[in-house]
């Protein structure tokens, strides 16, 4: 196990359907602290499946996933860990659409112990730096499709995570958006050393990125 890894994939699958479907075959991954990844890789590859596994929304059929060394179906476990140290960010977004800007950025802080001042002002930070300040209380159903994501961006951003996973984050946006997004992220991989992993289908996302692995059927190229 690298020292260095945040996270390591060792001989990860992920059967479907009595296993019918082999979603993921055999991937073993090392994916660097601090480092900006992309997943390519055509529909049905195994993508999301992968994505998926990393934060722990899904179970391996077989193969282990450490997180800093540790074996995630332990790590997990523990009350609040994947609440502090990852963040998700959506194609169609899951914001709260009755809820405006700050109180959807606040939604993850909820059970954090910080004072109400505190968690106000984390929010309020880092809403800036996606600079949707004056936006804060609108509620989001009044918001553009960028805008959207760069609420969603800030909300998983909002507990300092360690790791972001991010499914095709740019997959409703039009160029402009997809360009801001991608420059975002890049500036918050770069401002807060947060460690970001993106599925994407844009060949231009890749120059954002520092490094791009591909999927074809399950494995990894
Ligand atoms: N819950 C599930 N039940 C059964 N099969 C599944 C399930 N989730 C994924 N699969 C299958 O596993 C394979 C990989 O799916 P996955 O969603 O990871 O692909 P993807 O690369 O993310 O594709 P896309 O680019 O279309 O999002 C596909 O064949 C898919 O049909
Ligand atoms: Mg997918």
Redesign the pocket.
């Known amino acids: 196990m690298n020292k260095e890894s945040l996270i390591e994939t060792v001989n990860l699958s992920?059967y479907?359907?009595d296993g019918k479907?082999l979603?993921?075959d055999n991937v073993c991954l090392k994916i660097a602290k601090g480092e900006f990844l992309a997943i390519k890789?055509?529909?049905?590859?195994?993508?999301?499946?992968?994505l998926?596994l990393i934060g722990g929304l899904d179970i391996p059929t077989a193969g282990e996933i450490y997180f800093e060394g540790q074996i995630v179906s332990e790590v997990y476990k523990k009350r609040g860990f994947r609440l502090n140290n990852l963040g998700f960010v959506f194609q169609a977004f899951y914001l709260w659409p009755v809820l405006n800007v700050l109180e959807n950025v606040l939604l993850p802080l909820m059970e954090s112990s910080l004072s109400r001042q505190k968690k106000l002002q984390k929010a309020k930070d880092i809403i800036n730096l996606v600079e949707m300040n004056d936006k804060i209380s609108s509620s989001v159903s009044n918001l553009s499709i960028g805008q959207r994501q760069r609420v969603a961006i800030a909300r998983a951003l909002v507990m300092d995570p360690k790791l972001v996973l991010a499914?095709?984050p740019t997959g409703n946006l039009d160029s402009k958006n997809t360009e801001n997004v991608l420059s975002l992220f890049k500036t918050l991989n770069k401002q807060r050393d947060v460690t970001i992993v993106m599925?994407t289908?844009e060949e231009k996302a890749l120059i954002f990125c520092d490094r791009w692995i591909q999927?074809s059927d399950?494995k990894l190229q």
Not at 41 to 47: P, Q
């Open positions: 992920r479907y359907k479907v979603a993921l890789g055509s529909s049905g590859s195994g993508k999301s499946t992968l998926h499914d095709e599925v289908h999927l399950g």
